[in-house]
């Protein structure tokens, strides 16, 4: 992957602590650094921008892993600390290619940081339920023999413009996505929070209005507690697809863009951060923040309120409480909920996943902040620094402690063992990757063109989206 990286440093033998940084964006999300609805400079609204925030995810983790190694150099602690660069989080793309390429292998701990993107999720650590499993593929319908379709054996090649010809590549797609769309509810069972979600990538590659289309692209991601789940949603899927190609006079290739584990629960791991976390306080928004987040308020036509932040930003919540929120709802079989693509790490070392919270705005009754505002009190330093800040101080509290405390580590690597028997045990679940990396596709980017440079898809003329 072009963007992948991973980087190592070393202060002599000893353990070793990863880290890492997710670098992608969403495309129709690009914000300036303003309290006001406006894209950043040079772009369209239809550019990317940062929505979870992973600009803090990178930033917070990198100053962790720097303050980390500061310590180590001033005071001699010896080990190694490894920091990925992760691309594609969105579509699960780099970690589960990097747990099976062992980028990884060989950590005594890993952290995970991510902002706060939903309570009870706040300054805290996931303590029994990690997120659960993910696969994504990308169904490609491919009408290269179109003269085949419909016709008896010997008949002449179709050369009027009205004669019998194949549906094509686009007719194959819309019939993959309503029939995928009918047969969702008989593919997973009611329960425990699961999802299917598609995206066209690719449609309307005709030649002409009389010719059909030759290729078109759907992307699907599934999101689901079990892997066991996920292939059930893949064995309907690839049967819609071979109906869908059969009929349009297509075929149709299934190209994987993600496999992805449920994740795994460490408590060790996760009772080390939870200590630094209270050692360490939750983030604090100061009267600049405050201001910063009552301007957004008043140029939304809303009354400025005295505390405009959310009052869980600044509050711990427990692992075990926050645990028992998450489990009211689900069933007590369901070992896994929601997503996110740390998980494959869980499998490869000891790993802490813990959230601190990102600036979020108090609401008046009945109103929901437009998706602007989060993405711009991600990056307007008042607002976003103190989560960085935090989390990137909460990391590095939690490597020294795991460098320098034998027992802790091996604690952690007891446990981690005990859940997975290791590799080849009875618990053990390897890495799902067995495909390259997909970036041959056509993903969004930025291209430049007589209207300038933007991302692919197109910007209105003289309108807001």
């Not at 686009?170 to 509810?185: C, E, F, I, Q």
């Not at 309907?236 to 994987?256: F, K, P, Q, T």
């Amino acid at each position: 992957m072009p963007t992948a990286f991973c980087a190592e440093w070393s202060n002599g033998r000893g353990p070793a602590i990863g880290m890492y940084g997710e670098y992608d964006a969403v495309p129709g999300n690009s914000q300036a650094a303003t309290t006001r609805k406006e894209p950043r400079v040079g772009l369209g609204y239809e550019a990317a921008g940062h929505t979870d925030p992973h600009s803090a995810l990178g930033i917070g983790s990198l100053g962790g892993l720097l303050a980390t190694k500061a310590a180590m150099q001033r005071n001699g602690i010896k080990g190694t600390l490894r920091f990925t660069g992760e691309p594609a989080e969105k579509v699960r793309g780099s970690k589960p290619i990097h747990a099976a390429k062992g980028y990884y292998d060989g950590l005594d701990g890993m952290f995970s940081f991510h902002p706060f993107y939903m309570l009870p999720l706040c300054n805290t650590v996931r303590w029994d339920t990690h997120c659960g499993a993910a696969y994504s593929m990308i169904y490609r319908f491919i009408c290269d023999e179109p003269e085949l379709w419909g016709a008896s054996d010997g008949a002449p090649i179709p050369q009027s413009h009205s004669a019998v010809r194949a549906p094509g590549a686009n007719d194959a797609l819309m019939t993959m996505y309503m029939a995928s769309k009918a047969l969702r509810d008989s593919m997973l069972p009611h329960q425990g929070g699961w999802s299917i979600s598609e995206a066209i990538l690719t449609a309307g590659q005709a030649t002409a209005d009389n010719l059909p289309a030759g290729l078109a692209e759907i992307q699907y991601m599934i999101r689901v507690p079990s892997i066991s789940m996920a292939e059930q949603v893949v064995a309907v899927l690839d049967r819609n697809a071979a109906a869908a190609a059969a009929i349009s006079g297509c075929r149709y290739e299934r190209h994987w863009v993600s496999k992805s584990r449920p994740g795994l629960a460490n408590h060790t791991m996760a009772d080390l951060v939870w200590q630094s976390l209270q050692i360490v306080g939750a983030p604090k928004w100061d009267e600049a923040a405050k201001t910063v987040a009552r301007e957004i308020q008043a140029n939304l036509g809303l009354d400025a309120m005295q505390d405009p932040f959310i009052d869980e930003c600044e509050r711990l919540i427990n692992p075990r409480h926050a645990e028992a929120i998450l489990r009211h709802d689900l069933p007590p079989s369901q070992v896994n909920s929601t997503s996110d693509d740390y998980t494959d790490m869980t499998w490869q070392a000891p790993t802490a996943r813990f959230y601190i919270a990102r600036p979020a705005l108090k609401a008046p009754m009945g109103y929901r902040y437009p998706s602007w505002v989060m993405n711009a009190l991600g990056g307007i330093p008042e607002t976003i620094d103190p989560t960085v800040i935090c989390a990137a101080k909460i990391l590095a509290l939690s490597a020294l402690r795991l460098l320098e405390d034998e027992t802790l580590r091996t604690a952690a690597k007891r446990e981690f063992l005990d859940r997975t028997g290791g590799p080849g045990g009875s618990a053990w679940i390897p890495p799902l990757c067995d495909y390259a990396p997909p970036i041959d596709f056509r993903w969004p980017e930025y291209v430049t063109t007589a209207r300038g440079r933007d991302w692919w898809i197109p910007r209105p003329s003289n309108k807001e989206v």
